[in-house]
């Protein structure tokens, strides 16, 4: 579907439609592409949930604690921070900050909306909250919610009569338009601001989706932008599929290893560097080894979209012989509904488990880890678990890939999961291909010659 949807977006050639000089279809196209897909499945996302202390309106901004500072490296971290006992951390770029010399230099952390007021972070005394808070945000908020149906109504109007028959767009789909803009716009004028006072030398963000207005103002102050991979990308995706713009897409993509150097990132291939998965690293330093194994249970990575053949997939497993359990850890956008409450009644031994903890303390105290497609599958992959792909009862891995067999044990039936349970090592360790050890050196060659 998502082939026939970029086909579909060259024909109408709505990507010369711009406002501050980035592309207007590029600001909507996620929630665009997303209602599409849903309008043809039927299928509706939860929301994932967050941590979030007293909220509070503040009068000024934490931006001001780290005016007059030199060579501020921002970063933009992932909209869900991970729970390490306790302890809040985006694993994606707190880990790289931690193994890195950028240790010892200025860099400002801007935490995702959700985390506001108290609580317990690493790198503590270098995040600020979320920014929308301060009344200046929230003043140019409410302007633009005013203004941008005013003065760039026609713009917005002439991209909505060209998507809303292919994109099968009703007519109340013109005012999620208008939100999405003004809150670009919004965003865009407070982080322009923000900008030119603290002068970074470059910006760091996680999944660039949700940060397309501080992009768009390094892109018109020439500060440069990397992105780190922010989980496993097999294919083409709703948010990466197309070809790339300089307009607004980053500068450079980071990625985990060698294997993730490909197409469906939506970047050249030269502007993608493998910085390696600094996490690992952190985790052997920052976390003492639970010595507790659970050996009779096998923990199933679920997802909203594959919730229903998950639990068809357990169903036709327990048949199989063996002493048993079977531990469902749900994504943090996933809930059963009633059906799928007594779907999972029926299946001996299975249970939903707490998916609070970061997968990084959970995975290591599981002998089999069974999925189809997540990252969690791949993390268990590299601390030593068996992983098991699931392909059966509508699940379909991405099996075909290079490097997919040779350190996935793919569960085809009753008979495979029987293998699967007896076989006596794990497939690998840290895999060289997925998730390559973070290289300190290289890094830092990266950051001082380009950005």
């Not at 985006?90 to 007021?117: H, Q, R």
């Not at 109504?153 to 003004?182: C, H, M, T, W």
Request: charged share 25%.
């Amino acid at each position: 579907m998502l082939n026939e949807i970029v086909e579909t977006e060259k024909r109408l050639e709505i990507d010369d439609l711009e406002i501050k000089g980035v592309p207007l279809w590029r600001i909507v196209r996620y929630h665009t592409r997303l209602y599409f897909i849903n309008k043809r499945s039927g299928y509706t996302a939860g929301s994932p949930t967050t941590k979030e202390g007293k909220k509070r309106l503040k009068v000024f901004s934490g931006f001001w604690d780290f005016v007059g500072k030199s060579n501020l490296r921002l970063f933009f971290p992932f909209n869900r921070l991970a729970n390490m006992d306790g302890r809040y951390i985006d694993k994606f770029t707190d880990p790289v900050i931690e193994e890195s010399a950028l240790y010892n230099t200025n860099y400002l952390i801007v935490d995702p909306s959700g985390y506001v007021g108290d609580y317990n972070r690493v790198h503590k005394k270098e995040a600020i909250s979320n920014e929308g808070r301060t009344i200046s945000a929230q003043v140019l908020k409410h302007y633009y919610e005013y203004i941008t149906p005013r003065k760039y109504g026609r713009l917005i109007r002439q991209l909505y009569d060209k998507i809303k028959e292919p994109f099968l767009l009703d007519d109340a789909y013109l005012n999620r338009l208008y939100f999405e803009v003004s809150h670009f716009l919004f965003l865009y004028h407070y982080y322009h601001f923000w900008f030119r006072i603290l002068r970074p030398k470059s910006i760091f963000v996680v999944y660039r989706e949700g940060y397309f207005p501080q992009i768009a103002v390094c892109k018109k102050m020439g500060i440069p932008v990397a992105e780190f991979q922010h989980g496993i990308t097999l294919d083409n995706t709703v948010s990466f599929a197309g070809t790339y713009d300089q307009r607004i897409d980053p500068d450079y993509f980071l990625v985990f290893g060698e294997y993730w150097k490909g197409p469906q990132f939506g970047m050249p291939l030269d502007r993608i560097i493998n910085i390696g998965w600094a996490y690992s690293k952190y985790l052997q330093k920052t976390i003492v080894e639970n010595n507790e194994k659970h050996d009779k249970e096998v923990l199933v990575i679920s997802s909203p979209e594959i919730s229903d053949a998950i639990l068809n997939a357990l169903q036709e497993l327990s048949k199989t012989e063996g002493t048993f359990s079977f531990d469902i850890r749900l994504h943090p956008c996933e809930s059963y509904n009633e059906a799928q409450q007594e779907k999972l009644k029926a299946i001996p031994k299975a249970q939903v488990v707490d998916n609070k903890t970061d997968s990084a303390l959970v995975l290591p105290t599981y002998k089999y880890v069974v999925g189809e497609n997540s990252s969690v599958i791949y993390e268990a992959l590299s601390v030593g678990c068996k992983v098991g792909m699931l392909n059966l009862c509508g699940l379909r891995p991405a099996i075909d890939l290079p490097g997919i067999k040779d350190n996935f044990f793919i569960i085809n039936n009753c008979d495979d999961f029987g293998k699967f349970l007896s076989k006596n090592t794990a497939q690998s360790a840290i895999n060289a291909e997925f998730y390559s050890v973070f290289d300190n050196m290289l890094f830092m060659e990266f950051i001082e010659n380009k950005m």
